[in-house]
């Protein structure tokens, strides 16, 4: 088609309006739309510094999107390189956060918001759109890679939206600081929570003269990494969202013993075999309780429900149809057959497509009252938390001591964490089974479905093979947690997962190199942790599908450890 060849009369009347106007003294601009608000400091990084940012493992680089400087930062096995910046904002209101990223596995994201990721050779924009909540005065944006990763690249960050009122009044100053629990490498320390008007971000812990060292929002962490017969001073300050900090408070010192001091067993073997369940039929072999064989020294019943009613709050229903009429009074006969023999039953709360979230103190109430109720209607003997969408470690640590505290000190807690959410002591998982580690008893990590994961020297491990578990396992047990605390999670067949089946001989061989430093694989840990509390299965059912290879040869083997 042609072009006309004469001009639209439409676009003569903006012109001859001008004219008109001009003539009046008065000048019309044409729009040019509205342009964003950009609330991050040296979001272009055209400082040639990270100044506005807190980014210890990042820098600035030549290789810039625009100007001169883009942000460069370095993962390493224990680390993402995360770098972020508190920005003041305003409540009840919508923002967009991007940022243009390179590299494999860059994430940008809000603390407690959204987020979003790409892999790519190329610059690529990330976008993230929020709304802040109705007590929202600051937020904290991050960009951070993988573990073990190349270093990534951002540039041009921006949150686009109208500003806040900046925060510049500091948390008050944490007290009641204590040290003890001392074993021959590691102190417990607790504190008072701190206020402030817009919450607590983390508190820094400071050993001696050592860099502080981040810990979270706890308000108590363990110390690990110590020697025997030493004593430490410590400190510690509180920061909230928009990077102010109390002073810090008074030091206080505690002192190592000189071999290690773990908590009574109790009635629970020193070293046990953990076995879920299955309160439904997907296959695998219907059991009821009494059908568990005795190899199985704690029995996970999967699951507790979620009830709609009340947030965080949970139930009981015993799939009778599934489980072949399987009676609410047999289910409970056989619960206190197996307490008689010694053994211990536990509620599973979450599994794969659990929706129990406790992420506020009515939440926290909700969970510790109505999970009372279930353990002592049904006679269980403790709680397992499998929940596999994520967990918030300070409401539910809360939940847990006060569901603990009401039970009573036999309540047996453990903890099924997929792999990833054990990598780091900053992760959501990790800081929970730290802050109720004095109350904890055993956490399983399922080291199946994984994929493959850095390992505690920072190395890259394939699951299925003893030295992913191994090297795993020892993030845990660098990382603050007790060796009685520690158990390996596998399937009990090819069947029961998606991927990460080993061989009960596998299993068995990594718990010798990780308590007698023998059939090690390639990997082989610096020391050893004779203390390892065992092995657990997903699941007795799928297990004796199997014809119980995993309770008799694991089995076996776990009660023969040292």
Known sequence: MNPPAHRPQAAIIPVLLTLLLALAGLVLVPSTGTAATNLVTNGSFETGTTSGWSCPAGTVSGSART????????????????CSQSIPVQPNTAYTLSAWVKGSNVYLGVDGGPSTWTTSSTWSQLTVPFTTGASATSVTIYLHGWYGLPAYQADDVVLDGPGGTADTTPPSTPGGLTVG??????????????????????????????????????????????????????KVQACDPSGNCSPYGATVSGTTSSGPTNPPAGSLPKHILTGYWQNFNNGATVQRISDVPAAYDLIAVAFADADASRPGAITFNLDSAGLGGYTVAQFKADIAAKKAAGKKVILSVGGQNGTISVGDST???????????????YGFDGIDIDLENGVNAQYLGQALRSLQGQFGSGLVIAMAPQTIDMQSTSFEYFKLALAIK?????????????????????????????????????IMLQGGLRPDQVGLGLPASSRAAGSGYVSPTIVNNALDCLTKGTNC???????????????????????????????????SHVHSLP
């Open 438 to 474: 004095d109350i904890l008893t055993v956490v399983n990590v399922q080291y199946y479905n994984s994929g493959s994961m850095n390992g505690c020297d920072g190395q890259v491990y394939s699951q299925g093979t003893v030295d992913f578990i191994t090297a795993q396992a020892c």
């Open 67 to 82: 100007g001169s400087y883009a942000l460069e930062a370095t993962p390493s096995g224990s680390d993402i390189a995360r």
């Open 181 to 234: 629990s001392p074993t021959s490498s590691s102190l417990q320390l607790n504190w008072s929570a701190a206020s402030d008007a817009n919450g607590i971000d983390h508190y820094d812990v400071v050993r001696g003269t050592s860099a502080a060292q981040n810990v979270g929002g706890v308000t108590n962490w363990t110390a690990t990494g110590l020697s025997p017969s030493t004593t430490y001073s410590f």
């Open 363 to 377: 939440a926290a109430n909700n969970f510790a009252a109505s999970a009372l109720a279930v353990l002592q209607e």
């Open 521 to 555: 694989g390639n990997f082989k840990p610096s020391t050893t942790w004779p203390a390892l509390r065992g092995a657990m299965t997903w699941s007795t059912n799928w297990d004796a599908l199997n014809g119980n290879a995993f309770a008799n040869q694991v089995g």
